[in-house]
């Protein structure tokens, strides 16, 4: 299966048929970032097809699997040659993947966090399968592929887990695989212990959905009188113990304690949210769809990010392209999002004396959080606008082509 590439060079792109391999629909940072690629290189005239193992959403994605125990059976006991009670059955689903891929005859197949899918019997095993002449880029939205089965780890390991990581063990099997880090810090990490191509390309952020339009409306429906301030944290899962939410109440109550004259307001945005927040603490449910989430960016007056670690960190970018500052933990790629002291804060001990004394000092001058807000802006402006990833896509893929093509 050769690929067949075709530069259009008047259209200012690649026109490709690209399949997407991710676990979810949209639960999670990598599901969303995986879904704006796949919008933005339709915008820019490829075909995108997923395959998606929680459900289809439209006549363009293809269901490989099913929840069990309705559906396919689990392709990872079937592609690994795990006993099962059917072989002939698990036979006839790998063939129909083959054949799949076959009809389909994708240029490029982009791979976006098959472990979160494990349920599903999702795993890299999925990707072994892909023809060799077949380029592949895997995305690395966490640590994942570069370790055994878990997220994040420390970086003093990367050595000695990378090489009977996924990613290394499928580069054994095609030297063409490209890795992609959203992340410099990721990229080079990676750089340190793999022998193949590892580039940077950045998360797609749409600077006109994410801005600061609505935000007078949002506070409104919220509740908040002029003066007011109201603080945000999202995360997928509030209950995550690595988003340490916990850590940021108890911050939060001692620095409200120390100014209770001050009108403000945390709101969580997220399943599980904790229930001992305070009455100044409100649960405000999952947002899913974008221009929800946009308009709680722009009626903060700050973001709250604690997670204990963190490859990048989207909600940062998202919630300054909004107006809005933020204060984050210096884990991962996260110092890469902002511009200390002018656009938000960095904190190397996100411990809770350290995180309310951060927020005791921006309750006491509310107005430097006002003067943050238009550098915010500008500096995601500056980085997303103007079709910037367009332009690092089409050298991307360019340099694939040139490869494959010899």
Known sequence: MAPSFSLIPEEGGFCLKILFLQDHRQAG???RAANRYAAVLGALGCQVARVVGDESI??????VTGKPPRGWPRILEMLL????????????????????????????????????????????????????????????????PLGRGRAFFGEKNLAEEFPRSPAAQEYLRRPSLVLTSPSRWLQEQVRTVHPGKCVHLPYVLDVDLFCPAGR???????GLRPGDLF?????????????????????????????????????????NAPANGGEDCRALGLVTDDHAMASFYAAADLFLHVAEAESFGQVLEESQACGTPVMTALA???PETFLEGITGWGLAEPVVGCLDTRLSTVLARP??????????????????????????????IREIRDEATG
């Open 81 to 144: 040659g795990r006993k099962a009670k059917n072989r002939l059955r698990q036979r006839r689903v790998a063939e129909g993947w083959l054949d799949f891929l076959f009809r389909m005859r994708p240029d490029l197949v982009w791979v976006h966090n098959l472990h979160g899918g494990a349920k599903w019997g999702w795993s890299e095993a999925m990707v072994a399968t892909v023809p060799k002449a077949l380029p592949v880029l895997w995305t690395l939205h966490d640590m994942w």
């Open 367 to 396: 107005d430097h959080l006002a003067s943050m807000r238009q550098p915010a802006r500008e500096l995601m402006l500056s980085r997303h606008g103007g079709g910037q990833f367009a332009n690092r896509w089409n050298e991307l």
């Open 216 to 222: 007078a409306t949002r506070r409104a429906e919220l």
């Open 29 to 31: 940072g990598a599901a």
């Open 231 to 271: 603080f945000l944290a999202a995360a997928e899962n509030l209950a995550d113990p690595r988003k340490r939410v916990s850590l940021l109440l108890s911050a939060w109550r001692k620095a409200r304690a120390a100014f209770p004259g001050r009108r403000a307001l945390l709101g969580l945005l997220g399943r």
């Open 332 to 334: 991962g790629g996260t």
């Open 58 to 63: 439209s006549a363009q994605e293809v269901r």
